[in-house]
Every structure is written in C-alpha cells, then in structure tokens.
C-alpha cells in the first residue's frame, strides 16, 4: 500500500513552452502533497506544500506564478512549470502524507530537460 | 527552521562490510524518516522513526530525540545498498514538510 505515482516520467521541451506534472496518491487519499527539487548530486529541495481546495503555499524563493500547483482533488495535485527555461531543468518529485499515519510517500520523480 | 546534516558524504564499502550512517538535526523533532534514492532516483522508505529503535532486515535506525541524531545501520552490505541515504525531518514542529539533508552516497563493491 501507499504508493504515489507521476506522470511523465521523463519530458523534453522547449523554451517558452509549458510543462504539467501529475501526482496521484494510488491507493491512499492525501489532503497534502509536497512538491520537491533535486538538482544533480544534491539534496531535495521542498518547493510547495499542495493542500487539497485551496491554495498552495510556497517556500522562500520560489515563484509561484512560474511553478503553478492544483491539489483539485485527495487523490490528484499537479505541478506546471510555465515558460520554462534551461535552468528549470530538474528533477522534480512529489510526496503525499498517509492521514493514517505520519509517514511520507513519493512518487518516483519527473525528469525535465528543458532545451 | 531546522537544519538537517548527515555523515559521511561518501563511504565506499566492500561487500559483506557494515556500516553507520549518522543525521544531525539543528532542532527537537517528532517525526523523521530515512529514504534511499536509488539509481533512477525513486526514493525508498527505509524507517518511520521519531524516536527509538526499529529493525527490518540487515537494517536498523535509532533516534535519540533529546540529543538530535539518528543512526541507520546497515549490516552485511550488498552491492544493492548502493545509492543515496536521504534522512528527513519537519522544517517546523507541527507540519509535515521536509527538510532533507546532505546525503550519505554510498557505493558496495563486488
């Protein structure tokens, strides 16, 4: 049980255009999605917490207007990175929590390649 | 907010070898998990593990709260253990965000 899943698993793009990254929560409902980014050979980076009807919120320095998030429903929060750029290549990964414990999940991660 | 801090950066181990992977945190905690990330980069949970001990396997992780580390063990190392060893913890007590930290790359050789 508590598997998440996201789509693609790989994109390529080009700059200027906009990308959307789906993260689902299979087998569990999850009222609260976090958005991540890793860059190579270094840690993950908490970008935004999804909360299931209303808004996201946003850490220090991150653009909220380039890094578009919809939690529309318990299972579902999405993730567009609008006109993308070279430097918003990464490695992008989603979490949701298990209200039936504590315990996090994340979904085995998007890799954008942004030309 | 926390600082999460983990050692050693790297450790290369013959296989068969043990080893002890440490995290710091800069602040009380009552939730911390240990991942590893493997080569495509999915992030395995290892432990749930706020405080304590736990055991699952040739791995096992300790919490001592009060003093703000963790310890995850891995015993009889396999070529398979390789990878990245992640610990997390709440960027502020009473939420659920993570802050990770730095990372043990660990390699196992045949």
């Known amino acids: 049980g508590a598997v998440v899943s996201q789509h693609p698993s790989r994109v390529i793009c080009k700059s200027g255009t906009s990308v959307k990254i789906e993260c689902r929560s299979l087998?569990?409902?999850?009222?609260?999605m976090f958005w991540y980014r890793q860059f190579p050979k270094q840690s993950l980076m908490l970008m935004a917490t999804?909360?299931?009807?209303?808004?996201?919120?946003?850490e220090q320095g991150v653009e909220k207007d380039k890094f578009l998030i919809n939690h529309a429903s318990l299972t579902l929060s999405t993730l567009t990175v609008t006109s993308a750029h070279p430097e918003d290549s990464s490695f992008y990964i989603c979490s949701a929590r298990d209200t039936r414990g504590n315990e996090q999940f994340f979904g085995p991660g998007t890799r954008l390649t942004v030309l | 907010g926390i600082q999460v801090e983990q050692s050693p950066p790297d450790l290369i181990l013959q296989e068969g070898a043990n080893s002890t992977l440490r995290c710091n945190f800069s602040?009380?905690?009552?939730?911390l998990q240990w991942f590893h990330q493997n080569p495509w980069g999915q992030l395995i949970n290892l432990f749930y593990i706020p405080s304590g001990t736990k055991q699952n396997g040739r791995l096992s992780a300790t919490t001592v709260a009060t003093e703000r580390y963790s310890l995850l063990y891995i015993s009889s190392s396999q070529t398979t253990d390789s990878g990245v060893y992640f610990c997390?913890?709440?960027?502020?007590?009473?939420?659920?965000?993570?802050?990770f930290g730095t990372g043990t790359r660990l390699k196992v050789l045949a």
């Open positions: 997390a913890a709440p960027a502020t007590s009473g939420t659920y965000k993570y802050i």
């Open positions: 087998d569990f409902q999850a009222t609260t």
């Open positions: 602040d009380s905690v009552n939730n």
């Open positions: 999804s909360n299931e009807g209303s808004k996201a919120t946003y």
